[in-house]
């Protein structure tokens, strides 16, 4: 059994959740769809959660306008008649936001309520969706159910045993059914929204394919996989078509936001590749993270701020000497695995074409 995890930028729209649609019937073997909020819905959550704290109500109400009607005309272009639930996820997101009013501080309990509610969206229109394109039963479920976490809010750290105990609720369900949840989100034992942090839905993804055993987890996004350096900064970077598990963690954990960083540590316990592919270009091989030995040299480049981190392995010496040539930039740690550069440069893309073009 499989696991597709669809990013934000994979579900923005009616034309994109078709998309995935089509995927997804084009693949027989994925048992669980893991869906994150619609493209930039976690940061208008946050937006929200800011004019309600400050008493903003004007401000707080036009934006909770403009989300809504957002995901109202998703589910119109794909013709779906799903007012009623929508409806209640609305209310659901008015009372949460409600309950911010006048704070003063975003409390971050509150914030992780109305997080869930992007992801709860999006896994009802597509998996609404996906009902009336599949001939496979489609079943919507809540991840909270099963995805038990503590209680550290905004940034919830799963109980694995726990989680372990719950898959077996749904595993009847999975027999029959494909199907769809949300990413991101998880609950406390007793019941209290959490979510895993920013961009988790990978982590997510990762999680249930080690408590429901899957044969692979294939994280769907808007490139073709992971690549040398974030082709929006470095548009030649070349996707990899085959990464160790530790460079592919090092990449995430440095600044390559194609992977939440602790994406890879179910993985590894459990022994399953994970697949990196684009939505957009589906043909294309994408990226494959498994127990691959490692090989010395540059793998990567990954960017956090104003830190450049060349990624590899035994990195001692020929090719970080080729930094010599360069000038604005400090040592900032160097280890056999990584070499962390702080640029000075005033123009830090310009400086990491640099360095790409002339390590890779
Ligand atoms: N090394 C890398 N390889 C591929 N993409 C990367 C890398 N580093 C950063 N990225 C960025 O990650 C983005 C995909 O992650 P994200 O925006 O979180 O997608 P999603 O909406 O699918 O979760 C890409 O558009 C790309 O700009
Ligand atoms: N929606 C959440 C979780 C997530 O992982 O999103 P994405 O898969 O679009 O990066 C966020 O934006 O943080």
């Known amino acids: 059994m499989k696991i597709f995890k669809f990013g934000g930028s ?33 940061n208008e959550l946050e937006q929200i959660a800011k004019s309600a704290s400050l008493n903003e109500v004007n401000l707080m109400q036009k934006q909770l306008e403009s989300l809504t009607l957002r995901h109202r005309a998703i589910a119109d272009d794909l013709e779906l008649d799903i007012g009623l639930s929508l409806s209640e996820l609305e209310s659901e997101l008015q009372m949460c936001s409600q309950s911010i009013l006048g704070d003063g501080e975003i409390l971050p309990k509150k914030m992780d309520a109305l997080y869930s509610l992007g992801e709860r969206f999006s896994s009802l229109i597509l998996s609404s969706y996906l009902s009336i394109q599949h001939d496979r039963a489609i079943l919507l479920k809540d991840i909270r159910e099963i995805m038990i976490t ?28 494909l199907i769809v949840t949300q990413g991101f989100i998880g609950s406390t034992i007793s019941g209290e929204t959490t979510t895993l942090g920013r961009e988790g839905s990978d982590y997510s993804a990762t999680l249930l394919g080690e408590a429901f055993s899957a044969s692979e987890v294939f994280i769907w996004t808007d490139v073709a996989g992971v690549a040398t350096c974030d082709p929006r900064i470095v548009p030649s970077a070349k996707f990899i078509e085959q990464l160790s598990y530790d460079h592919a963690s090092r990449l995430a954990q440095f600044g390559a936001k194609v992977l939440f960083e602790r994406t890879l540590e179910p993985a590894m316990r459990a022994k399953f590749p994970v697949v990196v592919k684009s939505t957009l270009l589906p043909s294309e091989v994408g990226s494959r993270i498994f127990d691959l ?46 070499v962390a550069l702080r640029i000075l440069s005033e123009d830090i893309e310009d400086f990491v074409r640099e360095v790409h073009s002339k390590i890779l």
């Open 150 to 177: 503590n209680d550290s809010w905004n940034c919830a750290s799963p109980l694995i045993g726990e989680i372990s105990q719950r898959v077996q609720l749904w595993k009847p369900a999975i027999e029959d059914a």
């Open 10 to 42: 994979s579900v923005q729209d009616a034309t994109a959740m078709k998309r995935v649609s089509e995927i997804i019937l084009n693949h027989s073997n994925c048992g669980i769809v893991v869906v994150s909020a619609t493209k930039n819905t976690t």
């Open 293 to 338: 030995p490692k090989r010395d040299g540059v793998v990567g480049l990954a960017l956090e701020g104003d830190i450049l981190s060349i990624i590899g392995e035994n990195l001692l010496s020929e090719e970080v000497s080729i930094l010599n040539n360069l000038s604005d930039y400090e040592i900032y740690k160097q280890t056999n695995e990584y």
